[in-house]
């Protein structure tokens, strides 16, 4: 259960496709109508709402001619070419008989990877936000290919609260929410209404895919979950069919699992959201243990002294990972030379710090490695 306990103003909700599709794959009107009503309760009462919105390819594919989810990437995005406008179509025309207006946003990885395109998305979202407008948010399957995916719309979801700075994500699919087994296999489960910190033992809870029609089990929602919390964000999971879930679950009542960062977690602000889950390092520095201690311990700038080995081809600017002597990694951060700055030996010292404590994220803190 959700205890309410600070002031939730902007919501993302991530909705999946079984929850969004009839039996036969088809988009369910019922479904969708219900769906709809429950933002627009939501609306009405002040609260800024995105959608991250799942089914376009279990929409479309039928009307591609195909008896069951295509298992090609061509025919999945044809399918979400058709599927898109279907979902699209739908939700302006629930929108607009209440008054709300709906907009669309298709996204792929390498926006976010783009430290313009990350800023230029963060600013339209929050002029859509702030206006009174529905962002419909989805992966834009028609062009995307796999190399470029985020695998599922739970870590869209996730990066999207974090974008806009969102107060709570709402994880709603054909579950209750996360149990301390699994409830398939073992009737004595029980569900865990509030979870602090993600540790292995929850980890290894986590399932696979739980629908036909969908991609993203309780691993990716897990995975998602770890990223809202690295931005001190709440998140609940929860399950779609249940009457008001969305309403109960930012007033503090609704059954599910509620994950909220402990009190005196470190929160990345936006800029080291990008360095930490977008940025695709391009190269790796090797300092110091006197840099490891600067950096990490005493929160301090690290400087070129410190530097002992560099490792690829970046320019100034870039965005690299740091490892210890022994080839740990430690972070990631955004470094100010590039790497012949670093090789040129015969340069002079610069008072310029290497890496400025602002743009370096501790992977000790964060977990890094599984989440880049």
């Known amino acids: 259960m959700l205890i309410k306990e600070k002031q939730i103003k ?9 929850s969004l599709t009839s039996m036969h794959g088809e988009i369910s009107r019922r479904k969708l109508e219900k769906f709809a009503e429950q933002i627009v309760e939501l609306k009405d009462a002040g609260y800024e709402t995105a959608v991250v919105s799942s089914g376009a390819v279990a929409a479309g594919y039928r009307k591609l001619g195909c ?21 699209m179509e739908s939700y302006s025309e629930l929108f607009l008989s209440h008054g709300y207006v709906a907009s669309q946003i298709l996204i792929t990885r390498s926006d976010f990877s783009d430290e313009k395109r990350y800023g230029n ?17 989805n992966e834009n399957d028609t062009v995307t290919v796999d190399r470029l995916r985020f695998g599922d719309n739970d870590t869209l979801a996730a990066k999207v609260a974090g974008l806009i700075d969102a107060d709570l994500l709402i994880i709603l699919s054909d579950i209750d929410g996360l149990y301390d087994s699994n409830p398939n296999d073992n009737p004595d489960a029980n569900l ?26 309780m691993k990716s929602k ?27 679950a930012v007033e503090g009542r609704a059954k599910g699992t509620c994950f909220k960062p402990e009190p005196d977690a470190f ?11 977008h940025s695709g390092p391009e190269g790796k520095v090797t300092i110091s243990s006197h840099g490891i201690e600067a950096i990490v311990e005493h929160q301090e700038n690290l400087y070129r002294s410190d530097i002992q ?28 030379y590039s790497n012949e700055q670093l090789s040129d030996h015969t340069a002079d010292e610069e008072l310029e710090p290497a890496i400025a404590q602002e743009t370096f994220v501790c992977s000790r803190d964060f977990k890094l490695p599984a989440l880049v």
């Open 222 to 248: 897990i995975q998602a979950v770890k990223i809202a919390m690295a931005a001190g964000i709440d998140s609940f999971l929860g399950k779609a069919g249940r009457e008001h879930i969305l309403m109960e």
């Open 10 to 18: 902007r919501v993302v909700i991530k909705i999946g496709s079984s």
């Open 67 to 87: 008896l069951d989810r295509p298992s090609s990437l061509p025919e999945k995005q044809a399918a979400a070419s058709i599927g898109q406008g279907l979902l």
């Open 267 to 277: 929160n990345l602000d936006n800029q080291k959201q990008w360095i930490a889950f």
């Open 121 to 137: 998305m963060h600013n339209t979202m929050n002029v859509l936000l702030e206006r009174g407008i529905i962002p419909i948010i």
């Open 309 to 336: 080995e560099v490792k690829g081809r970046f320019k100034d600017g870039a965005v690299v990972r740091i490892l210890d002597e022994e080839g740990k990694e430690i972070g990631l951060g955004r470094i100010n």
């Open 192 to 217: 865990l209404e509030r979870v602090h910190s993600i540790t292995p033992e929850i980890e290894a809870a986590a399932g696979g895919s739980g629908s036909a029609v969908g991609t993203g089990g």
